[in-house]
């Protein structure tokens, strides 16, 4: 089981990112798909997520309205689309695969949003 996020890097205010889970070894449709992020001091947050298998998202509050969660089932990736990004959100991101006793992390990408 494989989780490998892509797609950070540097972007200044207002501008928008992709970032890529692409998970192998599992079926991404029957697992709980999450994107987390942590800056540096501060805990890992949930920032968007499937709430269940049949596709329905959530958002953080500080997110909704500029990030959009997707997955491609047929490819096995899981895309989060970051739009207006603000110094806030910078912060290492992080692709979680989970349902009941499973847990799968990859190891993160960073972004960083900055003038």
């Known amino acids: 089981v494989q989780l490998v996020e892509s797609g950070g890097g540097l972007v200044q205010p207002g501008g928008s990112l992709r970032l890529s889970c692409a998970a192998s070894?599992?079926?991404?449709?029957?697992?709980?798909m999450t994107w987390y992020r942590q800056a540096p001091g501060k805990e890992r947050e949930l920032v968007a997520g499937f709430t269940s298998t049949s596709g329905r998202a959530t958002y953080a509050d500080s997110v909704k309205g500029r990030f959009t969660i997707s997955r491609d089932n047929v490819k096995s990736t899981v895309y989060l689309q970051m739009d207006s990004l603000k110094p806030e959100d910078t912060a290492v991101y992080y692709c979680?695969?989970?349902?009941?006793?499973?847990?799968?992390w990859g190891k993160g990408t960073q972004v960083t949003v900055s003038s």
């Open positions: 979680r695969a989970s349902v009941g006793r499973f847990d799968y």
């Open positions: 070894g599992f079926t991404i449709s029957s697992y709980f």
